[in-house]
């Protein structure tokens, strides 16, 4: 078993030395600020108490389906500063990824109609579908998954009801050597409240990525892909990756991505991982620098610092 440092069983002066090592501290939001239901206690003072030592707080989120009018309502529910400048969730990261590389063509999208709507008010020409239901026979099926369509992107994101004809009408683009995935969505798991997971999202993916050639690797722009670690690099200016500390529930996403980026990670336990779970870990990936019950935590280190 690996030993994780305690947040709260750091002496004086390593908890001055903990806050003095970041600039910025990025944080999930499911299973950390707040769960499905409601606020997780005390979060929204933990969050401004960071602020109020001259630290930037960034909110790095694997949930599209939560509109940016949404983030705004929880995060000022809480009593904490809402900037939209500083929301990163996946269709945001793919909008900046395709204007990264001045991307014109046309692109397969399967997720919700909100985040779609997004695509196309960015600018983009986007095509979707087969949605609802079919005839159940194979010539209607294969007449709807091979359209022709020039696609040079698959996309996929959080959606409520993939499906099969979906699933094939994308795989039909990938077979063009110059289609490219990306994917937004990465969840294996989703924590429904301390302690209850569903099945994730990512089996969709996955799927998907089975079906292409291992020369073709797909684009992650959700926690844990590298592409999003490019993607928050450039945009928050971060010049030294070991100063930004990132906080997360899941090994999986959160703590294997703040590993890959160069961050120091921070694992709370209200969200998808109980104290056991993490003394049982035995990939080096997915051990955090630290952990504590909850990010409300951090107002007991700031104001005993």
Known sequence: MHR????????????????DSFDIMMTDCDGVIWDIFSPIPDTG?????????????????????RPDSGYETRISG???????????????????????NKFQGLAYYVGTNHTKNL???????????????????????????????????VIVDFHFTYTFP?????????????????????????????????????????ALKATMSPEKKPII????????????KNKYGVKDPKRVLFVGDLPYSDIIFAK????QSLLVLTGGTSKED??????????????????????KIIHKS
Do not use: W
């Open 4 to 19: 994780v440092k305690y947040l709260l069983d750091l002496n004086d002066e390593e908890k001055k030395n903990f806050l």
């Open 45 to 65: 003072k933990a969050l401004n108490d960071v602020e109020s030592i001259g630290k930037r707080v960034v909110y790095v989120s694997n949930n599209s389906i």
């Open 78 to 100: 809480i009593g904490a500063h809402y900037r939209q400048e500083n929301i990163v969730h996946p269709i945001h990261s793919i909008i900046h990824y395709l204007r990264m």
């Open 119 to 153: 695509l196309i008010e960015a600018g983009f020409n986007i095509v979707d579908g087969p949605n609802g239901k079919i005839d159940e026979n194979f010539g209607t099926l294969t007449k709807i998954v091979t359209d022709g369509l020039p696609v040079k992107f």
């Open 166 to 206: 979906q699933l094939l009408r994308a795989q039909i683009y990938l077979r063009d050597p110059e289609c490219q995935l990306i994917i937004g969505v990465t969840e294996k798991r989703l924590p429904l409240a301390k302690d209850i997971n569903l099945i994730g999202p990512s089996y969709f993916t996955e």
């Open 221 to 232: 722009l959700g926690k844990p892909g590298a592409a999003l670690g490019d993607v928050v």
């Open 260 to 263: 890959m980026c160069g961050f």
């Open 278 to 299: 993490m003394q049982n870990f035995e990939d080096s990936n997915i051990i955090p620098d630290f952990y504590t019950d909850s990010i409300a935590d951090l107002s």
